[in-house]
C-alpha cells in the first residue's frame, strides 16, 4: 500500500468510526525525526484496523507488526483493551519482545491461546509474567533450549496443551 493510499484510508475509515484522526496519529508522529511531513503508511492502517475490529477472536502476524503499532495510538482510538483469544506472533526474536508485551498486556483478560515460532534467549521469561491465563501455548522454531522453559511452566500451570519445538542449534 502507497503511502497516499493509507493516508486515504485512514481518513475514510477514522470518522466512520469516530477515531480522532489527529489524536490517533500524534504517537506515530512523535516517533518521527521530521514532525512536518508525516506521511501515514501501512503501520497506521493496520492499528486502524484493530480498533475497527472489536469482536477480533484471532490475530496472526510477524512481531514487527506489534512493534510498529504504539499503545498511545489504540488508545486515541478508543481501544483500551483486544479482545483476542488467540495471538500468533512470526518470527519472533528476544529483542523484539515489548511490542508483543504491549499487546499481550491489553489482551490479558481474554487470550487463551499464544503461538510463537522463531522464539530465542530469554524471551519466554520475560513474557512469562503475562502468560498466567493461557491455556494452549505453541513454541516452534525455538532455540530457547531447555534452561529456559522453568520459569515459563512455572508461571503457566493451567496449561491444556504445551507443544514446544526445539530448533537444531
Sequence with gaps: MEDWDAKVALEDTAPARDIPLADFLKPYRNRCWSKDAYPPSNDEVKAILLACLPN?????????????IPLAALWAAGVATLPLRTLEVLGLSANRVVGLASILDMASPTVRALRITG???????????????LRDIYVGESKL?????????????????FVYEADEC
Design 56 to 68: 477480533l477472536a484471532l490475530l496472526t502476524s510477524t512481531v514487527l507488526f506489534f512493534e510498529r
Design 119 to 133: 522464539a530465542a534467549g530469554g524471551m519466554l521469561r520475560d513474557l512469562a509474567p503475562r502468560l498466567g491465563e
Design 145 to 161: 533450549g531447555i534452561s529456559g522453559l522453568p520459569s515459563l511452566l512455572a508461571r503457566c500451570q493451567g496449561f491444556e496443551r
